[in-house]
């Protein structure tokens, strides 16, 4: 809606680990941010505080797709903050970004290191039925 960021954090202190995503209010008119609150907790939302997220995608629905390092996974997050679905990532381990494209928007790449060669970095593709909503607003241009 352009009215919230959304920032992922993942810490690791002591063995200590939090994964965090935070919303906060924006006005891009000014370029300012408040009232952060924490959108979504992987420890809270199901034991999996070790997932160290990364890179993020909203589809079209406003689902949220979430690059889940530590449990090699990708979240489907609600616009509600719950956890639709994870989707395993074959051939690829240290999950880091992703990417709607193709033809209509629906294919997902994620990016990683390859599980086979640690030294190479791989994408896999996932064919869904929702654009991105990133692809889908660059159409226009």
């Known amino acids: 809606d352009e009215k919230t960021l959304y920032l992922s954090e993942s810490i690791n202190k002591n063995w200590d680990i939090t994964s965090i995503i935070y919303a906060f209010d924006l006005d891009s008119k000014v370029g300012e941010i408040s009232n952060?609150?924490?959108?979504?907790?992987?420890?809270?939302?199901?034991?999996?505080?070790?997932?160290?997220?990364d890179g993020m995608r909203f589809d079209t629905?406003?689902?949220?797709?979430?690059?889940?390092?530590?449990?090699g996974k990708v979240a489907n997050i609600s616009p509600a903050g719950k956890l639709l679905a994870y989707t395993d990532v074959a051939g690829i381990v240290d999950i880091t970004n992703l990417e709607f494209g193709g033809k209509s928007g629906t294919d997902l790449y994620v990016g990683g290191t390859c599980k086979d060669n640690k030294k190479?970095?791989?994408?896999?593709?996932?064919?869904?039925?929702?654009?991105?909503?990133?692809f889908t607003d660059l159409q226009q241009y």
């Open 36 to 53: 952060k609150c924490a959108f979504v907790d992987f420890g809270k939302l199901d034991k999996t505080a070790g997932a160290d997220i």
């Open 61 to 71: 629905q406003e689902n949220l797709n979430v690059a889940c390092n530590g449990i």
């Open 120 to 134: 190479k970095g791989c994408v896999s593709v996932y064919t869904g039925k929702v654009a991105g909503r990133a």
